[in-house]
């Protein structure tokens, strides 16, 4: 199977970008995740929270640059999956991209929440204003608002990854079990965002599915950054499906 107007050994490095971007994200999203905000933020204690900010300001941003960088590796990887899986289901490989790409604006405009945190605990305009206390609680309001913000986009993300998990398993390109693990991660991802909002006293018992997702997206990942795709695939389709 090869996508139209390209050769195989093309596809082959189209597979190994898109393998390399989705491992930078991967690193990034993990990053800004336990290097950043579980060392800066306290859940529950606005003070504490407050007080870890303004001492480590540029480690704050840092987790900023993190999500922002991930966000447009995962654009960029929106699109390489539609090029590459499109032959397997076009219709199909335009609903993934779409709910990847829905993911990733709404997470880039819940990055506002995050830099709105430290805007406030830093402008001097909001200190003036604002007393300690209720400065340091609307700070810690607005990172729980990200927090939240992070589940809405991954409602996108895991419808995403059900469309894409179905591709991979139609494709004949990879190995059918990574399309099996990315509509469990999906699930996970489902599950997990809709029980934050519904059922939040669930939400901390589910927490250990999370490594469904990530060591399927990992597994995939190193897959194509140094595999790509397979020479032959057994099965492939000849042409685009609808």
């Not at 050769?7 to 800004?32: D, H, K």
């Amino acid at each position: 199977m090869t996508v139209q107007g390209t050769t195989g050994p093309s596809r082959r490095t189209l597979a190994r970008t898109t393998g390399l971007l989705y491992l930078v994200i991967i690193v990034c999203g993990i990053s800004s995740e336990v290097l950043v905000r579980s060392l800066l933020i306290v859940a529950g204690d606005a003070a504490a929270t407050a007080a870890n900010i303004q001492a480590a300001p540029g480690l704050f941003r840092l987790g900023f640059a993190f999500d922002a960088l991930m966000l447009l590796c995962d654009v960029a990887v929106a699109v390489l999956f539609y090029v590459l899986l499109r032959p397997a289901g076009r219709t199909l490989a335009l609903m993934a991209a779409a709910f990847r790409l829905t993911q990733a604006a709404v997470l880039g405009l819940n990055l506002l929440h995050y830099h709105a945190a430290v805007l406030l605990l830093e402008g001097a305009a909001y200190t003036a204003a604002l007393p300690p206390l209720q400065g340091n609680a609307l700070a810690l309001f607005l990172l729980d608002l990200h927090s939240h913000g992070y589940d809405l986009g991954l409602i996108f993300f895991g419808l995403s990854c059900l469309a894409l998990g179905r591709l991979v398993v139609r494709s004949g390109d990879f190995p059918v079990a990574f399309g099996h693990g990315l509509v469990a991660a999906g699930a996970v991802y489902l599950v997990g965002s809709f029980s934050r909002f519904l059922f939040p006293d669930l939400a901390p018992a589910l927490a250990p599915l999370y490594i469904v997702p990530l060591v399927v997206e990992t597994a995939f990942a190193l897959w194509l950054a140094i595999r790509g795709v397979r020479s032959c695939p057994a099965g492939a389709p000849s042409a685009d499906r609808g």
